[in-house]
């Protein structure tokens, strides 16, 4: 994985310098709180309902055992010993102090983590797929673009002050796992006609207020203009994206207000000008940035499938942990291993920092040092021998961390909502409790299958809610909480927006509605067909009818 | 409507309310409780000149029932706010055992059965 | 106000009569776009400095020709959230080859006067500040590594890695 060099470190702790003095200022109230926030925003702080939150960026998704130490001394230190894992890849403390934050900063710098630009109107963390490197499927590591990526991000003088946030998400396998579709800006690994790797380039992709699914803007991009391509979609979303209206200023509203084609005219003039310009890559920077994502020393091995059926065969339990949370390594011998933060009652994506520092070392001994972070809200050790994976999975089942259900209906993507977020209009967490506790019979939802449930707390769908199979929104009706249900989203390759079921449940009623809509499932579905394809075959009516009651659903 | 006045501290972001003698408390029930809204502009008024002074941000009046002595506040939001998260992270029981994936010898597969037995009865 | 140029604090040599009824009769005058496309030729007859003033929804793109004829460009920050002329500046100074006085003026903090800098702005008119200089200082030697080219001539990190 990337190392920083002087260059990056020298970087950082100086950002952590400055971040001390502004904190500082604020506190001896040389800064007022208008001034101090977009400051504090682009370092990733911000007040949340019980204190502030601190934001930390997981770069891709990647993970020394070290940083993860670092998380877990962060999480003891300066907060209530634990941790949440977002659904950008990153991570967040909901406890911290102002006056302590430029510790924290300080501590996480010089474990080359920063939260730079977490928050803010300005490019946030670049998210990618997690088993980069590992997929079986993959063409190329997008992480090596990921990381040309951050830096040119950081703290870039031009695009600082955007019209809003900007997101981008980078895949390498044309499975995609990074829902680049649902991004500012998604970049999708593929091969031109003359066998070439480069990007297609996907734009105005978002979810929130008015979600939308990316539009191609270019086909195939050369990897050396990836800067510069990128610079010329910014550079037009930064002049002529919308600063009248906070709810109409992501770049999405302005390439559908516009057409993709005006936009893609205007990106391309601009491209023209600078693409041989300072800003193209060079082949040794890619060079160097991917030497750094050479893979680990792998051993030669077999793949000793026969032996792991023989030992799924006498032992239930780790068949079940087989089938839910283990997938195939490019490698021969080799497996990815999902660690599941999604035991049933407990918080999705919380992990306290004795866990922390547990992965770290699980990480170290069976995964070369490194673990990653899933934007559905888990961890995943890519590189675990087969011969290894019957005692790793003793040791999270020691730990909770090997319930297996990885796309399975109990594991839920879910914001902090209300318990925790000034911008929530409803609890989320609670939600998911109370459905992932009346659905852990794993064998049921094996048999079920994929079936992805994303809850978000307000309008601003951190928990994705448009892009989940079943997506639950909480609203607030009248002081009260209500639960507001789509089907059908989805955010790979086939991304798709989830379809509004009808008028908002109360809490009490959300488990049985999903419930209702499982048995619905499979009632209609055909062999084969997970839910998302029965959905898109018999429609919403028969779920409408079926949480709703018939008479309600014409 | 009784009312009193909510911020966050600055140094720390957590949540006081405003107090006698102009202090600022973490427990709502400390809290100054007023009742009608001349006294609760007073109040704002105070809560101000302590944001001025780099104490508190964000004060906002809310409103509140009070019952023995007990002050809670009307809506959820400033509920949440006052008496901390709804979930728990720390109980044991909060976790549901789950059959059938535990490792044989593993104590929580006894737990496990244990749970599920009590769940069919 | 305080003109912040060259890590001083120096005097205004032009009269802003952007958003004035009349422009002065002679010297150094800033003017609104609509000023310029109305007195264009009477104001380079003058034969003193001409600057113009551009709100933050006029792109630089609308007055490219004339940039060399102009001795100061002021762009605004009606709110330091508007970010606009962070790309108008680079345009001017990269793309139209600007070489006169590129002011920021407006809702300009001191905290982002390093980004002001390096997109190419060399006079800020900072109207809120205790210290000027002292702050000017400090925001200018926050950092010493950055990761994007710019017409500032600071050389990128990756440009010191290949020693280019």
Redesign the interface.
């Known amino acids: 994985m990337y190392r920083y060099d002087e260059f990056d470190a020298k970087f950082v702790a100086e950002r952590a310098a400055q971040f001390r003095r502004q904190v500082k200022r604020r506190l001896a109230g040389e800064l007022t709180e208008d001034q101090f926030r977009p400051l504090r925003l682009m370092n990733g702080l911000y007040l949340q309902l019980h204190a502030y939150m601190l934001r930390v960026n997981v770069p891709y998704g990647t993970l020394s055992s070290k940083q993860m130490r670092t998380f877990a001394h962060v999480a003891r230190t300066y907060d209530k010993g634990f941790g949440h894992f977002t659904t950008r890849q990153n991570i967040q403390y909901n406890w911290i102090k102002l006056e302590e934050a430029p510790d924290a900063v300080k501590d996480l710098a010089s474990s080359e983590i920063t939260s730079i630009q977490s928050s803010g109107n300005c490019v946030r963390n670049i998210t990618s797929d997690q088993y980069a490197g590992c997929a079986k499927d993959e063409l190329a590591d997008p992480r090596i673009y990921c990381e040309l990526l951050r830096q040119y991000s950081f703290l870039h003088p031009e695009f600082s002050y955007l019209p809003r946030k900007f997101k981008i998400a980078v895949t390498g396998s044309p499975n995609d796992r990074a829902a680049v579709a649902v991004h500012d800006i998604g970049l999708r690994m593929h091969k031109n006609e003359q066998g070439e790797i480069g990007f297609e380039v996907l734009v105005g992709g978002g979810l929130g207020r008015t979600p939308y699914i990316g539009q191609t803007i270019r086909k195939w991009l050369h990897p050396s203009h990836l800067l510069t391509y990128v610079e010329a979609i910014l550079r037009v979303y930064n002049m002529l994206g919308r600063r009248d209206n906070i709810h109409k200023a992501r770049i999405k509203i302005i390439v559908n207000q516009m057409g993709i084609d005006k936009y893609r005219e205007l990106v391309d003039k601009e491209f023209e000008l600078t693409k041989n310009g300072q800003l193209k890559v060079p082949d040794e920077e890619i060079a160097r940035i991917k030497a750094y994502f050479a893979p680990p020393k792998y051993e030669t091995l077999k793949d000793i499938g026969p032996e792991l059926d023989a030992r799924r065969k006498t032992d239930r339990a780790f068949d079940r942990w087989m089938r839910g949370n283990v997938v195939e390594h490019k490698v021969p011998g080799y497996a990815i291993v999902t660690v599941s933060l999604k035991a049933p009652g407990r918080v999705p994506g919380d992990i306290t920092a004795d866990k922390m520092d547990a992965v770290a070392d699980l990480a170290d001994r069976y995964s070369f040092g490194e673990i990653r972070v899933s934007h559905r809200q888990n961890l995943v050790l890519t590189d675990v021998k087969q011969g290894d994976l019957e005692q790793l999975w003793r040791e999270l089942f020691a730990l909770e961390l090997a319930t297996p259900n990885l796309g399975l209906l109990s594991d839920i993507i879910c914001c902090p909502g209300l318990d925790y977020c000034a911008l929530a209009n409803a609890r989320a967490i609670p939600i998911a409790q109370d459905i992932s506790r009346a659905f852990s019979d794993i064998d049921e939802l094996q048999r079920i299958g994929n079936f992805t449930i994303n809850i978000s707390g307000c309008m601003n769908a951190c928990g994705h809610h448009h892009v989940g199979h079943i997506g639950i929104l909480g609203v607030d009706k009248r002081g009260e909480e209500f639960f507001q249900l789509t089907l059908g989203g989805s955010s790979d390759q086939n991304a798709s927006l989830g379809d509004r079921l009808g008028p908002g449940l109360p809490q009490a009623e959300v488990p049985g509605a999903i419930r209702k809509i499982v048995d619905t499932y499979l009632e209609h579905s055909e062999p084969g067909e997970r839910f998302i394809d029965t959905y898109r075959r018999v429609g919403i009516e028969p779920f409408k009818a079926s949480v709703y009651g018939a008479e309600t659903a014409h | 409507m009784p009312q009193m006045i909510i911020a ?1 501290r ?6 006081v309310f405003l107090a006698p003698e102009e202090r600022w408390d973490t427990a709502i029930d400390h809290g100054s409780v007023v009742d009608d809204d001349a006294e609760a502009q007073q109040l704002l008024e105070v809560a101000k000149q302590a ?4 104490l508190v ?2 004060p906002i009046l809310i409103q509140v029932k009070v019952e023995n002595g007990k002050v809670r506040p009307t ?3 400033e509920v ?2 006052a008496f ?4 728990r ?1 720390d109980m044991e029981d ?3 055992p ?7 010898g ?1 104590r ?2 006894e737990g496990a059965a244990r749970v599920n037995r009590n769940a069919k009865e | 106000m305080s003109l912040l140029k060259g890590g001083k604090v120096v005097a205004d040599t032009f009269v802003d009569a952007s958003a004035a009824e009349a422009i002065p009769e002679a010297g150094a005058v800033i003017v609104s776009l609509e000023q310029w496309q109305k007195h264009r030729d009477a104001l380079l007859a003058r034969g003193t400095p001409i600057g113009l003033r551009l709100h933050s929804d006029q792109s630089p793109e609308l007055i490219a020709d004339d940039v060399p004829k102009l001795a100061l460009i002021a762009l605004e920050f009606p709110k330091f959230r508007d970010g606009r002329a962070y790309s108008y500046a680079r345009l001017l100074r990269e793309r139209y080859g600007f070489k006169g006085e590129l002011r920021a003026v407006g809702d300009v903090l001191l905290e982002q006067l390093f980004f002001m800098l390096r997109v190419g702005f060399d006079a800020l008119d900072v109207q809120q500040s205790p210290d000027p200089v002292a702050a000017f200082q400090t925001a200018i030697s926050d950092f010493s590594v950055w990761y994007q080219p710019t017409a500032d001539g600071r050389p990128t990190a990756m440009q010191l890695r290949h020693h280019r």
């Open positions: 966050n600055l140094v720390d972001g957590r949540v944001v001025a002074r780099c941000i964000d809506e959820i939001r949440i706010r901390g998260p709804t979930v992270t909060v976790a549901v789950i059959v059938g994936i535990a490792p044989e593993d929580r597969a």
